[in-house]
Every structure is written in structure tokens, then in C-alpha cells.
């Protein structure tokens, strides 16, 4: 176990690498002058100009910037903002809080409702049920979430009433929308992907031979069936979270909600490119660790499963 961990955390390590190479590059990725892309049409001296390049270490050779990036990246130190002039890092620690709690919320209405469904849809396989519940996940996946954001705004906010249509960091209530709009997209998937793997998993030889046993069908099903066929399911779930944190970007600006996708969108417009950087570099590296944890937690799920 401990060398596939070891090889596991050296891939990862190795993808982070190449995340911050990409990241380190956008600035030189942009036509022209760097500092003048960033400082767009504003009038600005060459005195401001060789200020911000000094700022920015874009004086020194590619080899040694990149290497004072991932230095400072190391430490924490992301750079500063071009705009506000304050660390990049304490912009991104005060925003993250509100997507996080997003992400889980959703995360929270996509597993209450996809799961379930997904198993009752397997369980009455080709019938009513079945058919009914289909049809709502194939809905789901098919509706873009900023067309569900403007539907669910419109029937909870404009015409009931009952819900905010924008939403605060500390008012649960405007948690509510944001969350089933993220929410109700991820329960789709989840949905189709639960009824798939457990079918799959219903025919297959080891239920027999518990049944044969004498176990009774409740425990076949819940200790033997579901437990196998989470599987897949742990693997998408752990997407979606960062599937989650990317979609903020759209649902945080249609929701006027405070966070890093909100935060990565002005940073865009402001053409603030150390901000954008940073925001990047978490995601990516959210991604790969999620995926590193997944990887380790099938040995727990699967006990066919071992890691060598």
C-alpha cells in the first residue's frame, strides 16, 4: 500500500507541476507587453510601467521567474493584486468560505436526490418508475444551469416570493436557490450513474451465493449490491465536487453571491492576471488532491480491491 501511495502522490506531484507551469505562463501567454495587457487603456507612465514589471519579476529570465513562482507558491505567497494591491492569497481565503459552503450544499441536495432515485430506479427496472424517473434525469443533465438558475429565480423569487433572488454570504435563505441549481444538475447524473452501476452489479454471481447462503434480500442488497456498486459512484462524486467549484464561476455572478468564481470573474474583466493565477492553481490543485483520496478510498469501499 505504502509504495502505491508513493507512486500515487509522485503523479500528483507531477500534475501539480505542470498546473503551475500553465498558470506561471499566462501572463507570457498575452499579446504584447504583459504590463500593458493588464494595465489595458489606462494612461500610465514608464515609470508605473517598469514599476508593475518590477513588481511582477518580469526583468529576470523565464527560468528564474518560474522559479520565484513556484517558490512563493510553495509558501503561500501567490503575488499581489494588480488592482488592490493586497496579497492574492488573503483575497482568495476571504471568498472561499462561501464557495465551499455552496459546493456542499449542493453536494448535499445532488447525493439526497440522485442516490435514492438512482436506487429505486434500478430496483424497478423497466416499469413506471423507472421510465418517470429517466426522463427527469435526462431533463436534468439537458437543462444549462444558468437557464435553471433564471427558472428557479422566476418561480421561487419573482412569483412565490418565498426565496431571495440574490443571495448573502451569511443568509441561509439565499443559500437555497444557488445550491438546488448546482444541486439538481449533479442529481441527474448521479441518478443515471447509481441505477447503472447497481444494475450491473444485481447480476452478478457473489448475490447468488449470498441469497444461497441465506441472507436475507435486504442485506443482499444493501450490504453486498450497494457497497459494490458505490464504486463508480465515489469516482464521479469526487468530479463533481470540482465540477461544483467550477461552476460557481456562472451561479455565484447570476446570484450576485460572494466567492472565488465571483472573484475569478472580476479578476478577468480587471484583467488582474496574479489574481486569476491564483484562483487557477486552487482549483487544480482541489482537483488532483480529491482525485488522489479517491483513489485511496476504493480499497476501503471494494475489499477485491488491493493496492500494491
Request: no cysteine; aromatic share 6%.
Amino acid at each position: 500500500m505504502w509504495q502505491y501511495l508513493g507512486r500515487r502522490l509522485l503523479v500528483s506531484l507531477a500534475v501539480l507541476l505542470g498546473v503551475s507551469a500553465l498558470t506561471f505562463s499566462m501572463l507570457h501567454l498575452v499579446p504584447g507587453d504583459p504590463v500593458h495587457a493588464m494595465l489595458g487603456r489606462q494612461a500610465v507612465t514608464a515609470e508605473r510601467a517598469e514599476e508593475l514589471r518590477a513588481q511582477l519579476g518580469l526583468n529576470d529570465p523565464l527560468p528564474v521567474q518560474y522559479a520565484n513562482y513556484l517558490t512563493k507558491a510553495l509558501r503561500g505567497d501567490l503575488g499581489r493584486s494588480i488592482r488592490s494591491n493586497r496579497p492574492v492569497a488573503s483575497m482568495i481565503a476571504e471568498q472561499l468560505p462561501s464557495t465551499l459552503m455552496l459546493a456542499a450544499a449542493s453536494m448535499i441536495v445532488a447525493i439526497a436526490i440522485g442516490v435514492p432515485l438512482g436506487s429505486l430506479a434500478a430496483l424497478q427496472q423497466n416499469r413506471w418508475t423507472d421510465t418517470l424517473i429517466m426522463i427527469g434525469a435526462i431533463s436534468g443533465v439537458s437543462i444549462p444551469s444558468f437557464f435553471l438558475a433564471l427558472l428557479l429565480i422566476l418561480l421561487f423569487s419573482v412569483s412565490l416570493g418565498w426565496l431571495p433572488g440574490t443571495a448573502s454570504t451569511n443568509d441561509l435563505r439565499g443559500l437555497v436557490l444557488p445550491a438546488l441549481t448546482l444541486g439538481l444538475g449533479e442529481a441527474a447524473v448521479i441518478t443515471r450513474l447509481v441505477r447503472a452501476s447497481l444494475l450491473e452489479v444485481l447480476h452478478q454471481p457473489y448475490l447468488w451465493t449470498a441469497r444461497a447462503k441465506g441472507a436475507d434480500e435486504k442485506r443482499v442488497l444493501w450490504e453486498h449490491a450497494f457497497r459494490n456498486a458505490l464504486i463508480p459512484v465515489v469516482t464521479m462524486l469526487s468530479l463533481q465536487l470540482v465540477y461544483l467549484l467550477a461552476g460557481s464561476v456562472v451561479i455565484e455572478n447570476i446570484f450576485a453571491r460572494q466567492g472565488i468564481g465571483r472573484l475569478a470573474v472580476t479578476a478577468i474583466q480587471n484583467r488582474d492576471f496574479p489574481l486569476v493565477q491564483g484562483v487557477v492553481l486552487l482549483i487544480a490543485t482541489t482537483y488532483v488532491a480529491i482525485n488522489t483520496l479517491t483513489d485511496l478510498s476504493y480499497a476501503v469501499l471494494d475489499p477485491r480491491i488491493r493496492l500494491k
